[in-house]
T-cell receptor
Framework: AQTVTQSQPEMSVQEAETVTLSCTYD???????LFWYKQPPSRQMILVIR??????QNATENRFSVNFQKAAKSFSLKISDSQLGDAAMYFC???????????????FGTGTRLTIIP | DARVTQTPRHKVTEMGQEVTMRCQPI?????VFWYRQTMMQGLELLAY????????DSGMPKDRFSAEMPDATLATLKIQPSEPRDSAVYFC?????????????FGAGSRLTVL
């Protein structure tokens, strides 16, 4: 079974600065997907970014980027130019790779609560 | 924007009562997931459907929980009888199987409080 570990329960960053959230995972699979989801106080789960394990290039979405280290099974999220609206819980998640109709469930880490300091 | 609709948003009930939570997945999505979120356990998968067929309900307490998809536009999660330890936020998510990453879209969740 796959496991996802987020070792930082809480992080804080000054507005406009950069912060990196850590995530490690354990799997015996060679192909898979990794995701970062954001959960603001409204509790809505919002996809921030995703990475396909077979792609070497790190995914980026505007101010959000990842550092994917497959050999180390590490998947960190970097938020640049932090904004007040980035304050939320951030969850790292793992998913097995289709197309053999493998289990499509997401396995989540325990989350990191990010506080933005004005 | 297409969205996953969950009802109710909030539910307060007494121990022993039946609770039914409903989810309308995004039109055209063929996978539906139920997750439970608590402070202690985080996000746990309760049930997973593909094309309305249950594929994984290993995380669901079978004695009191049941999950069904009567049709492609409705998924239900029932708790009978409810217990205080069932207090949590229950999320429904839907996706399109085999569509690349099958990115899941989550509903806003149903917060359940069992007194």
């Amino acid at each position: 079974a796959q496991t996802v570990t987020q070792s930082q329960p809480e992080m804080s960053v000054q507005e406009a600065e950069t912060v990196t959230l850590s995530c490690t995972y354990d799997t015996s699979e060679s192909d898979y997907y990794l995701f970062w989801y954001k959960q603001p106080p409204s509790r809505q789960m919002i996809l921030v970014i995703r990475q396909e394990a077979y792609k070497q290039q790190n995914a980026t979405e505007n101010r959000f980027s990842v550092n994917f280290q497959k050999a180390a099974k590490s998947f960190s999220l970097k938020i640049s130019d932090s904004q007040l609206g980035d304050a939320a819980m951030y969850f790292c998640a793992y998913r097995s790779y289709p197309p053999n109709f493998g289990n499509e469930k997401l396995t989540f880490g325990t989350g990191t609560r990010l506080t933005i300091i004005p | 924007d297409a969205r996953v609709t969950q009802t109710p948003r909030h539910k307060v009930t007494e121990m022993g009562q039946e609770v039914t939570m409903r989810c309308q997945p995004i039109l055209g999505h063929n996978t539906v997931f139920w997750y439970r979120q608590t402070m202690m356990q985080g996000l746990e998968l309760l049930a997973y459907f593909r094309n309305r067929a249950p594929l994984d309900d290993s995380g669901m307490p079978k004695d009191r929980f049941s999950a069904e998809m009567p049709d492609a536009t409705l998924a239900t999660l029932k708790i009978q009888p409810s217990e205080p330890r069932d207090s949590a936020v229950y999320f429904c998510a839907s996706g399109l199987s085999n569509s690349g990453a099958n990115v899941l879209t989550f509903g806003a969740g149903s917060r359940l409080t069992v007194l």
